[in-house]
Nanobody, 118 residues
Framework: QVQPVESGGGLVQPGGSLRLSCAAS????????MGWYRQAPGEQRELVAS??????NYADSVKGRFIISRDNAKNTVFLQMNSLKPEDTAVYYCKLTAASHGGWRDYWGQGTQVTVSS
């Protein structure tokens, strides 16, 4: 089984920065896409950013402020969040598309809270 675990969330003032990490453990043969999603109260979960190989994709609302990166040797994906706004407040989840004993499937982390407030 593959288990992604997020860390790095917290409370930050508007304009501040946070760096999220998501490290995957377990039996992993390969990881294709790694991504970050977020869900605010009363809202649907939405894609924030994803990375497949060296190709990145960002939601329009975070372009120019957030940067996604990955360390393949450590099965880890990062999200550097700069110029944070109150509307970035949400629970952030990582999702990995990985190959394990059962073949390819998506794995979700448990989420980490990000709160942007003065």
């Amino acid at each position: 089984q593959v288990q992604p675990v997020e860390s790095g969330g917290g409370l930050v003032q508007p304009g501040g920065s946070l760096r999220l990490s998501c490290a995957a453990s377990g039996i992993i043969f390969s990881i294709n896409t790694m991504g970050w999603y977020r869900q605010a109260p009363g809202e649907q979960r939405e894609l924030v950013a994803s990375i497949t190989g060296g190709r990145t994709n960002y939601a329009d609302s975070v372009k120019g402020r957030f940067i996604i990166s990955r360390d393949n040797a450590k099965n880890t994906v990062f999200l550097q969040m700069n110029s944070l706004k109150p509307e970035d407040t949400a629970v952030y989840y990582c999702k990995l598309t990985a190959a394990s004993h059962g073949g390819w499937r998506d794995y979700w982390g448990q989420g980490t809270q990000v709160t942007v407030s003065s």
